[in-house]
């Protein structure tokens, strides 16, 4: 009988292991709100603190310099359902946004329009869907698209 501690558990591969859901979501939320992301623009943790499955999460990015987002804070959601990590996270923005990505109906991310979601890997994490979309806001398509007004949901 062994004993390795939890973060060593966590980042262990050997043999193909597959993390489990609740840890890797329980690192995830550690690292969030701990601010130790590497991506100081974005931030995010958990919408309902009592959510055992630790399904739904809320997101923030501050939009890229030189685009019509600079300065700007958008608000997201993100849920996690029981196949992640193998399967991407769902995103909607709750601030107005004007993106080729964003459904303008209810501000849900098209997966098929952001490569990181449509082409999924589980070693992606809730920080790096972020960090995409606040890529996706300086792609030439999205940097001068006109924006609804500052504080729309």
């Given amino acids: 009988f062994f004993f390795i501690d939890f973060k060593t558990f966590l980042r262990s591969t050997f043999l193909g292991m597959i993390i489990p859901r609740s840890f890797r979501l329980l690192e995830e939320l550690e690292k969030g709100e701990k601010g130790t992301t590497g991506d ?5 943790g958990m919408e309902d603190p009592e959510d055992m499955q630790l399904r739904n ?4 990015i501050i939009g890229p310099p030189n685009t019509v987002h600079e ?3 958008y608000c997201l959601r ?4 029981m196949n992640y990590p193998q399967q991407p996270p769902k995103v909607w923005f709750k601030s107005k946004i004007n993106m080729g990505c964003v ?6 991310v098209e ?13 992606y994490t809730l920080e790096s869907v972020l960090t995409e979309l606040r890529k996706q806001m300086s792609l030439p398509q999205n940097r ?4 609804p007004p500052e504080g729309s949901y």
């Fill in 103 to 108: 459904d303008q109906r209810d501000g849900r």
């Fill in 144 to 147: 001068k698209l006109p924006q």
């Fill in 78 to 81: 993100l849920h996690c359902d």
């Fill in 111 to 123: 997966s098929s329009k952001v490569e990181m979601l449509a082409n999924w890997n589980p070693n």
């Fill in 57 to 60: 999460w809320t997101g923030t």
């Fill in 71 to 73: 300065g700007m804070i």
């Fill in 40 to 44: 100081a623009n974005v931030s995010y």
